[in-house]
């Protein structure tokens, strides 16, 4: 054949190369970076495909390593995820990949193919095999964000493939030279194949489990907050019944001065009883009548002062809300329970929360601020996470809050610098609870 129309369709084999890795990477990750240098590492990737074509010999372990390597820089690159996932990633598919190649290979030589026959077929057979995986994955693998596993798992995980590529390669040398082995080359290589599913399957079970044990620390924060509501609510109601039982009292002594025309007395102690409901409402900086946001508010309020923490409170909102008591209580108690915690790590005198909330044309909006010491991390989704060293018990206030606000088509939205955290929540009513 001409070489020309061999280097050519090389060249084109090579592009080919890059669309199913691409795809696989869409498959499997969700969120592009947008990093430019994208471009570059998918170019040097693709030089790597075409390095062969040009008369370079690269052994196949160090062609493995690098490819690996590469695949692993530009999912990195590309796509915003754990590093352990992206590890995972480059592992399994490079395994995958080699051992594809290796089994089409074998059973070519076993049907008879050589030389450049064999090679043009088998190239085209398991480009056109991984193509077909490509699409089969973009279908059927979740692309939702997901939840790293602990990385003595993840090492376990990629041992399996990263071994099972070792031994392929090592399978493929003995029956080069021994064409006895190759009904065992072909065995192992379906073998090792359905074993790097089988642990795919693992793998995607230890992150249901990782998930489902994130949700159920959400969970159990969540029945916590509305456990506290609740004490406080009956703490209230409690206060209330005493009041009207000792208002009793009050009328009882208010008509015995009047019948007696003890009225200068009777106007003292009428004084007295004002001065005295009034200083035990002082606390009170929310009376929209919604009885969960006032109690919630107010409570708050009470521990911010006695904390020394300055608390100013604008809320603006009808009795009636059409959200649920359960999500306006995990709204209102994470956020103020993330800025009171905050302010507490904050130096005496700079301690302060503003609380602005309003309800207009069925919207519900709520802002937080607060002063807040060191630094915020990010994550690499550009969400907020806890500095503290049990990561995996704290930080889920903001992700409680987002779930509230999800169920009403709402959004939130957290910025942090110069010394200041604000958050944002808003929910629409008009939508209904999803």
């Given at each position: 054949?001409?070489p020309?129309?061999?280097y050519?369709?090389?060249?084109l084999?090579?592009c080919?190369?890059?669309?199913?890795?691409?795809?696989?990477?869409?498959?499997?990750?969700?969120?592009?970076?947008?990093?430019?240098?994208?471009?570059?590492?998918?170019?040097?990737?693709?030089?790597?495909?075409?390095?062969?074509?040009?008369?370079?010999?690269i052994?196949?372990?160090?062609?493995?390593?690098?490819?690996?390597?590469?695949?692993?820089?530009?999912?990195?690159?590309s796509?915003?995820?754990?590093?352990?996932?992206?590890?995972?990633?480059?592992?399994?598919?490079?395994?995958?990949?080699m051992?594809?190649e290796?089994s089409?290979?074998i059973?070519?030589?076993l049907?008879?193919?050589?030389?450049?026959?064999?090679?043009?077929?088998?190239t085209?057979?398991?480009l056109?095999?991984?193509y077909?995986?490509a699409?089969?994955?973009?279908?059927?693998?979740?692309?939702?964000?997901?939840?790293d596993?602990?990385?003595?798992?993840?090492?376990?995980?990629l041992?399996?493939?990263a071994?099972?590529?070792?031994?392929?390669?090592?399978?493929?040398?003995i029956?080069?030279?021994?064409?006895?082995?190759?009904?065992?080359?072909?065995?192992?290589?379906i073998?090792?194949l359905?074993?790097?599913?089988?642990?795919?399957?693992?793998?995607?079970?230890?992150?249901?489990?990782?998930?489902?044990?994130?949700?159920?620390?959400?969970?159990?924060?969540?029945?916590?907050?509305?456990?506290?509501?609740?004490?406080?609510?009956?703490a209230?109601?409690?206060?209330?019944?005493?009041?009207?039982?000792?208002?009793?009292?009050?009328?009882s002594?208010?008509?015995?001065?009047?019948?007696?025309?003890?009225?200068?007395?009777?106007e003292?102690?009428?004084?007295?009883?004002?001065q005295?409901?009034s200083?035990?409402?002082?606390?009170?900086?929310s009376?929209?009548?919604?009885?969960?946001?006032?109690?919630?508010?107010?409570?708050?309020?009470?521990?911010a002062?006695?904390?020394?923490?300055v608390?100013?409170?604008n809320?603006?909102?009808?009795a009636?809300?059409p959200?649920?008591?359960?999500h306006?209580t995990?709204?209102?108690?994470n956020?103020?329970?993330?800025?009171l915690?905050?302010?507490?790590?904050?130096?005496?005198?700079?301690?302060?929360?503003?609380?602005?909330?309003?309800?207009?044309?069925?919207?519900?909006?709520?802002?937080?601020?607060?002063?807040?010491?060191?630094?915020?991390?990010?994550?690499?989704?550009?969400?907020?996470?806890?500095?503290?060293?049990?990561?995996?018990?704290?930080?889920?206030?903001?992700?409680?809050?987002?779930?509230?606000?999800?169920?009403?088509?709402g959004?939130?939205?957290?910025?942090?610098?110069?010394?200041?955290?604000?958050?944002?929540?808003?929910?629409?009513?008009?939508?209904?609870?999803?």
């Amino acid at each position: 054949m001409n070489p020309i129309f061999t280097y050519v369709g090389s060249l084109l084999t090579s592009c080919f190369y890059i669309l199913i890795m691409h795809k696989l990477m869409k498959a499997f990750f969700s969120c592009p970076s947008g990093n430019p240098l994208r471009f570059v590492v998918w170019t040097v990737y693709y030089i790597l495909q075409v390095v062969p074509i040009i008369g370079v010999v690269i052994s196949p372990p160090v062609m493995f390593s690098l490819n690996m390597s590469l695949v692993l820089i530009i999912s990195s690159i590309s796509y915003d995820a754990g590093i352990k996932r992206h590890c995972i990633f480059s592992v399994l598919v490079c395994a995958v990949w080699m051992l594809m190649e290796i089994s089409v290979d074998i059973i070519l030589r076993l049907a008879g193919m050589e030389g450049w026959e064999l090679q043009t077929a088998g190239t085209v057979i398991s480009l056109m095999l991984m193509y077909l995986l490509a699409i089969t994955a973009g279908h059927y693998v979740r692309r939702t964000e997901q939840r790293d596993i602990p990385f003595r798992y993840a090492v376990a995980v990629l041992t399996v493939p990263a071994g099972s590529a070792y031994l392929m390669h090592n399978i493929f040398l003995i029956t080069a030279q021994h064409e006895e082995y190759t009904s065992f080359a072909i065995i192992s290589g379906i073998l090792l194949l359905l074993l790097i599913y089988m642990i795919f399957e693992v793998y995607d079970r230890m992150v249901d489990d990782a998930e489902a044990q994130e949700k159920n620390l959400l969970y159990e924060q969540e029945l916590d907050l509305l456990n506290r509501h609740a004490q406080e609510r009956e703490a209230y109601d409690m206060e209330m019944r005493r009041l009207r039982h000792d208002m009793k009292h009050h009328m009882s002594s208010l008509l015995g001065m009047l019948q007696g025309d003890d009225t200068k007395q009777a106007e003292e102690y009428v004084r007295g009883m004002l001065q005295g409901a009034s200083e035990c409402r002082a606390e009170d900086v929310s009376r929209t009548g919604n009885a969960i946001v006032d109690s919630l508010v107010n409570h708050k309020c009470g521990i911010a002062r006695a904390e020394g923490i300055v608390f100013d409170a604008n809320v603006f909102l009808p009795a009636e809300l059409p959200f649920l008591g359960g999500h306006l209580t995990i709204v209102f108690g994470n956020l103020l329970d993330n800025a009171l915690e905050a302010c507490r790590e904050v130096g005496e005198g700079k301690r302060y929360v503003t609380l602005d909330v309003s309800y207009e044309k069925e919207v519900l909006m709520i802002a937080v601020t607060n002063p807040y010491r060191g630094e915020r991390r990010k994550n690499r989704m550009g969400k907020y996470v806890t500095t503290k060293k049990d990561c995996r018990s704290h930080g889920l206030g903001l992700s409680s809050v987002e779930q509230a606000a999800e169920a009403y088509c709402g959004q939130v939205v957290a910025d942090g610098q110069d010394g200041v955290f604000r958050v944002s929540v808003v929910m629409y009513g008009s939508e209904g609870q999803k």
